[in-house]
């Protein structure tokens, strides 16, 4: 089979008409096999407190409890993926929207209370995939009919229960499935030019980092929030089998602008 690009936009690009209306066009031109992962975490968070709900977010994981399951998953697997997959059709790509419960994509198990930063936490709903949780040659059936697969965060247990994961785990995780079939890239886009060393920064971009070099801006806080589980998912996925891992601005997904992770 033929080289996979697995790309992945964040909830800020998805909550943004303007940004997301350029990725759908440059996106749409890329050729050859491709998959997209999105979020929409502002939207949900947006969600949740017209509805007078307090959006409770710890190391960068939202906690879902059962009324938030209901919030993400018509946010999600709703409204943002059907939007996208519509602009993809307006330009040509042949896009069809899933969540994980579909075709039994991906399944996941529900976390235990897990320890951050000395506290016991209990995430509710949210999902973990396993090793073996992404049907690789459902997603490749799809592709070689000539179909470019949408996916949300949205996952399932395979016991009729849906989970929240974070997607740049969902992406993560398939590119490393996929990688076992074919070639795989991985793009992480979201709206700043790649990883910053100061975050208010544009011109403090940092082209290229290594494990090394990660474990020194964790411990020195240049990377925190929600750009560890992005930074900790694309190096897992190296480890196992994913060619290249870049994390880049969502209007610079036709040129080489980014930062590149390497081992």
């Known amino acids: 089979m033929e080289k996979i690009k697995v790309f992945k936009i964040g909830g800020n690009v998805v909550d943004n008409p303007e940004r997301l209306e350029k990725f ?8 050859g096999h491709k998959v997209l992962i999105h979020g929409g ?15 409770v977010m710890i190391a960068g994981r939202r906690v879902t409890d059962g009324e938030t399951l209901k919030i993400v998953t018509m946010v999600y ?14 330009n040509g790509c042949n896009a069809v929207g899933l969540s994980g419960a ?21 995430y509710g709903y949210v999902g973990d995939i396993m090793p073996d949780g992404v049907n690789a040659g459902f997603i490749c059936s799809l592709l070689e009919a000539g ?16 989970l929240n994961t974070n997607a740049d785990t969902v992406a993560s995780s398939i590119a490393v499935s996929l990688s076992g ?19 208010d920064n544009p011109l403090s971009l940092i082209e290229k980092i290594s494990p090394e070099d990660f474990v020194r801006l964790k411990e020195s ?8 589980p992005k930074l900790e998912n694309a190096f897992r996925a190296i480890e196992c089998g994913v060619e290249q891992v870049v994390i880049k601005n969502s209007e610079n997904i036709g040129n080489d602008r980014g930062t590149t992770l390497h081992r």
């Open 77 to 90: 697997a709703g409204w943002c993926n059907k939007n996208i997959v519509a602009l993809l059709q307006k």
């Open 24 to 31: 759908a066009v440059e996106f749409a031109a890329i050729k």
């Open 181 to 199: 079939l074919a070639r795989t890239d991985l793009v992480f886009c979201f709206e700043k030019d790649g990883v910053l060393l100061d975050k």
């Open 221 to 228: 806080g240049a990377v925190a929030d929600g750009m560890l």
């Open 41 to 55: 975490g502002a939207i949900a968070s947006r969600m949740q407190k017209s509805l007078g709900m307090e959006p």
């Open 102 to 122: 579909d075709g039994g994509a991906i399944t996941a198990v529900k976390r235990a209370p897990v320890t951050v930063e000395g506290k016991e936490v209990d």
């Open 147 to 162: 179909m470019t697969p949408v996916f949300c965060a949205i996952t399932c247990d395979g016991k009729g229960n849906l």
